[in-house]
Nanobody
Framework: DVQLQASGGGLVQSGGSLRLSCAASGFTFDDYVIGWFRQAPGKAREGISCINNNNGSTYYRPAVKGRFTVSSDNAKNMVYLQMTSLNPEDTGVYYC????????WGKGTLVTVSS
């Protein structure tokens, strides 16, 4: 079975940092793009970053570029999202998603940034 599980969320003060982890199993990790999405309260889910495990290329939403860093450990089937300079607008449930045509979603982890 394909499984993805995000973890590492929590409560942090504005200006703080968190590192999220995404554990993946059940598919050929190296062939997939892994994306990070977040859903703020009352808002639609939005993509914020992704990494292509095949070639290492990355993408960041402009609002997080320079503050967030996505990385992958293909040997461990893990993807990480290092988040720095967090602000209250970063609050939301963060999900990881694996995609190669078909997309697989994991359960999210809640990040709360207090002002």
């Amino acid at each position: 079975d394909v499984q993805l599980q995000a973890s590492g969320g929590g409560l942090v003060q504005s200006g703080g940092s968190l590192r999220l982890s995404c554990a993946a199993s059940g598919f050929t990790f190296d062939d997939y793009v892994i994306g990070w999405f977040r859903q703020a309260p009352g808002k639609a889910r939005e993509g914020i970053s992704c990494i292509n495990n095949n070639n290492g290329s990355t993408y960041y939403r402009p609002a997080v570029k320079g503050r967030f860093t996505v990385s992958s450990d293909n040997a461990k089937n893990m993807v990480y999202l290092q988040m720095t300079s967090l602000n209250p607008e970063d609050t939301g449930v963060y999900y990881c998603m694996g995609s190669r045509g078909v997309s697989y979603w994991g359960k999210g982890t809640l990040v709360t940034v207090s002002s």
